[in-house]
Nanobody, 117 residues
């Protein structure tokens, strides 16, 4: 299983980005998918998840600004980030799990998002 996140970059506060997560060796339609992030000096945290049935969950601080989605045909997951804030600066990772009874895994290389004020 390989997950490759991309789409990060340097953005001004208030801007938007769409991150992509391409998967090989696993099908997103059969798994829950999540985006996590790790800011400098901080622990990795879950920011958004989408279950196999399409239910979504978001960290309170990103609700209304982040949108997680997936394209089964392309086997790609996305994280749309609007109204970026400097505190969103972090490396963003995607991860999968078979169901809520499993832990998130198959971490790949993340993508760095830097938000300037």
């Amino acid at each position: 299983v390989q997950l490759q996140a991309s789409g990060g970059g340097l953005v001004q506060a208030g801007g938007s980005l769409t991150l992509s997560c391409a998967a090989s060796g696993i099908l997103f339609r059969l798994n829950d998918v999540a985006w996590h992030r790790q800011a400098p000096g901080k622990e990795r945290e879950l920011v958004a998840s989408i279950l196999r049935n399409g239910d979504t969950n978001y960290k309170d601080s990103v609700k209304g600004r982040f949108t997680i989605s997936r394209d089964f045909a392309k086997n790609v997951a996305y994280l749309r980030i609007n109204s970026l804030k400097p505190e969103d600066t972090a490396v963003y990772y995607c991860a999968v799990r078979q169901s809520r009874f499993f832990t998130w895994g198959s971490w790949g290389q993340g993508t760095l998002v830097t938000v300037s004020s």
